[in-house]
C-alpha cells in the first residue's frame, strides 16, 4: 500500500468500508464486524474522528496496546460490549506499566476485532495504529506476529460486562491463551483484552503495516463495484491476487460451542462450473480448511473467505445459513506465517488436519482454480 493511499482519519464511511473489508479478512471469524461498525461509529459520533498513526511515524520508545475481545463470535452477537469494557484493560495495563498508553492498535484485522480498538482510541484521544498482529483472524491469543518474533504477551488485562477484571503474566503467548481461554469462558464466553503491549521499534519490527488501508480499499472495492454494476467478487479477487477455488450452495451447517470457540463443519454442493462435487469446510471461529475429494482446496494461514455470489459481501462463520450461494475465495496470507515458525503456529497440523501446508499459489495452479 503506497503513502499516497494511507488512512489518516477514520470517519463513519470509513468505519463502513473497514467493516466490510475486515470481514473479508477475517477469514469468517474476528467477531461481527456488524457490531463491531455500529460501536464504533458511536464512539466516532460522541468523541469525534480517530487518528491514524502509521508505523513509521511510531515514536520507538512510545507504548502501543492492542485492544481487543476474546471469546466465541456467536457470544458476542449477544454480549455487546460497553466502552467502559473496553477500556478497563488499558487502564489496568497503565497501572501496571506505570505509564500512559501513546496508541493503540487492533490485535487482528480480521472482523469485528478491526473496529474495537477504535472505541479505546477515540474515547482516549490517542491515535489507532494502522497495523495488526494477524494480517487475518486467527483462534488462538498466541497466533500473532509478535510470539513468532519472541515478544512477551505479559501483562495480559481482560474484563467482563458485569465489571469483573483480571491481570495476568503468563511465561509465552501459548499459557496466555489456556489462561485467558479459561477466564473467557468463566466470564461468559467474551471478555475485552490488552496483552503484547509493544514499543513503537517492536511494532515496526514485527507488525504488519497497511492492513486497516487494506481492509478499506477491500470495502471500497465491493461498494464500488455494486454501484458500477460490475462483478464485485471478480473485481475483489482480482484486487488482492485472491483465487476463486469453489462456487456452491450450504447444504449442511454443524455448529458447536467447545472451549471458548465456535467450532464446526460446514458441506457445500458445488453450482455452476464445480456442479456434481462437494466441499468441505472446517472451522474454529475461523475457516481453516477447505476440501473437495478429500484434497485440500486452501489451508490455513492462508485465508479462506466466503463471498455472497451475488454481492461479493463477506459471509462469517456465524452468518452462514443453510442454502447460502457462495464462492468460495483463498488469498494469501503476509510471509510472515509461511516461516517454519509460523506455520509451526497457525498451520494445518497445529489444528489436527493430516495435512502439510501448500501454499495456495500451489494449490490453485495444481487445480486449475479461475484466478
Keep these: 500500500m503506497n503513502k499516497a493511499t494511507r488512512l489518516t482519519t477514520l470517519d463513519e464511511q470509513a468505519i463502513e468500508y473497514i467493516a466490510i473489508g475486515a470481514a473479508v479478512l477475517g477469514t469468517g471469524g474476528g467477531g461481527d464486524p456488524h457490531v463491531g461498525k455500529l460501536m464504533a461509529m458511536e464512539a466516532i459520533r460522541k468523541y469525534g474522528p480517530v487518528r491514524i498513526a502509521q508505523l513509521d511515524e511510531l515514536d520507538d520508545e512510545g507504548l502501543i496496546v492492542p485492544v481487543s475481545m476474546i471469546g466465541a463470535p456467536t457470544v458476542m452477537l449477544e454480549k455487546i460490549p460497553s466502552a467502559e469494557q473496553l477500556t478497563k484493560p488499558l487502564d489496568l495495563m497503565e497501572r501496571e506499566l506505570g505509564r500512559k498508553v501513546d496508541a493503540v492498535m487492533p490485535i487482528e484485522v480480521g472482523g469485528g476485532n478491526s473496529l474495537v480498538p477504535v472505541i479505546a482510541a477515540a474515547q482516549r484521544g490517542i491515535p489507532l495504529v494502522d497495523a495488526d498482529a ?80 487494506l481492509a478499506y480499499e477491500i470495502g471500497r472495492t465491493l461498494f464500488e463495484a455494486k454501484q458500477q454494476k460490475l462483478n464485485p467478487v471478480r473485481e475483489l479477487l482480482t484486487k488482492l491476487n485472491g483465487h476463486a477455488l469453489f462456487h456452491g450452495k450450504a447444504v449442511d451447517i454443524r455448529r458447536r460451542m467447545d472451549g471458548g470457540f465456535t467450532r464446526g463443519e460446514a458441506v457445500f454442493e458445488g453450482t455452476g462450473e464445480n456442479k456434481g462435487k462437494t466441499m468441505r469446510l472446517f472451522f474454529q471461529n475461523e475457516f481453516l480448511l477447505a476440501t473437495v475429494d478429500d484434497q485440500p482446496l486452501a489451508i490455513t494461514p492462508d485465508l479462506i473467505t466466503l463471498l455472497d455470489q451475488d454481492t461479493g459481501m463477506p459471509v462469517t462463520t456465524e452468518n452462514l445459513k443453510y442454502g447460502a450461494r457462495v464462492t468460495v475465495a483463498g488469498l494469501p496470507c503476509d510471509d510472515k506465517w509461511r516461516t ?32
Aim: net charge negative; proline share 6%; with cysteine.
Design 134 to 213: 494477524m494480517g487475518r483472524a486467527f483462534p488462538e491469543s498466541q497466533m500473532v506476529t509478535f510470539h513468532l518474533e519472541g515478544i512477551p504477551c505479559s501483562p495480559v488485562a481482560m474484563a467482563d460486562e458485569r465489571g469483573n477484571s483480571a491481570l495476568m503474566h503468563t511465561i509465552d503467548g501459548v499459557w496466555e491463551e489456556r489462561m485467558a481461554r479459561a477466564l473467557t469462558v468463566e466470564m461468559g464466553g467474551s471478555a475485552s483484552i490488552c496483552d503484547y503491549p509493544v514499543s513503537g521499534a517492536q511494532a515496526k519490527q514485527s507488525a504488519i503495516g497497511g492492513t486497516l488501508t
Design 340 to 371: 517454519p515458525k509460523g506455520i509451526e503456529t497457525a498451520g494445518p497440523r497445529y489444528f489436527g488436519y493430516d495435512f502439510d501446508y501448500v501454499p495456495i499459489e500451489t494449490l490453485a495452479s495444481k487445480r486449475g482454480a479461475a484466478k
